[in-house]
């Protein structure tokens, strides 16, 4: 009997906890939807957490304007997954380690609560991306700007064929989706480096989920990441509701030539 290649379960209501036979012995990738229990609207800006049983956090990701978010974790089970957003009651999955190798797929349905808040002082900043953006040009990094990728990420079904259609001479993109990708500067494979967390050679980004993305040189992926990056890395960024629409440029910035 074969076993099927993706993995579904659908959270709903109250604070829960489901096993699933999930997780294999390398690192996988989970991912899902965040919905309103009731009316399956999406949930934007929802936090999504991987955590072990000490407590420690795996990895984290964001919902996106469809409720939508994905993120990779770099060790087997058991861990557990913890969904929250203010105004909805926090939901909880476990998933214990089987020697699973597909994909993971969880949805989140998520109850209303009443939620009080005090007195709260907001000041207008740009958007966590916005700034992301302006420092990778500020640092002079090789980035493929939100308006290049939007052109490209919806017609391109994985993250290899974005980057052979966005275009890049000094990109050496070889094998399928996740697969290690080099520059004419080092012959080893870029570090994938997404919001922030150190993936490692392999990953498996979803290309409708990208705002942007920077390729660094051995150099500067050394001073950002350490040992963890020697090759070089590709830093992505994913979207979020707050980002800008695409046809207003950043501000200007060193840029390498």
Not at 102 to 120: K, Y
Not at 188 to 200: E, H, N, P, R, S
Not at 218 to 239: F, K, M
């Amino acid at each position: 009997m074969t076993r099927p290649s993706l993995f579904r379960l659908v959270a709903l209501g109250t604070p829960i906890a489901f096993s699933l036979l999930a997780l294999p012995a390398r690192a996988q990738v989970v991912r899902g939807s965040v919905r309103v229990l009731g009316t399956a609207q999406p949930i934007p800006a929802a936090n999504i957490v991987a955590r072990d049983s000490a407590g420690n956090t795996l990895a984290t990701a964001t919902s996106d304007d469809q409720g939508n978010w994905a993120l990779k974790v770099g060790r087997a089970g058991p861990f557990e997954l913890r969904v929250r957003r203010l105004g909805f009651e926090m939901s909880t999955t476990q998933v214990r380690e089987q020697p699973v190798t597909d994909t993971l797929e969880f949805d989140f349905m998520l109850t209303e609560i009443a939620t009080e808040a005090g007195a709260v002082t907001v000041t207008a900043e740009s958007a966590l991306n916005e700034r992301r953006l302006n420092e990778a040009i500020r640092r002079g990094w090789k980035v493929f700007e939100p308006e290049l990728v939007a052109q490209h990420r919806n017609r391109a079904q994985n993250f290899s064929q974005l980057i052979r259609s966005v275009g890049s001479a000094s990109v050496l993109v070889s094998g399928a989706d996740g697969g290690c990708i080099r520059t004419t500067r080092s012959p080893g494979c870029l570090t994938y480096v997404v919001d922030g967390q150190v993936l490692g050679p392999t990953a498996i980004i979803i290309p409708s989920d990208i705002y942007f993305f920077a390729i660094l040189s051995p150099s500067e992926s050394r001073v950002q990441y350490g040992d963890r990056a020697p090759n070089g890395a590709i830093a992505v960024y994913t979207r979020s509701r707050l980002d800008r629409q695409p046809g207003r440029r950043p501000a200007p910035g060193p840029r390498r030539p």
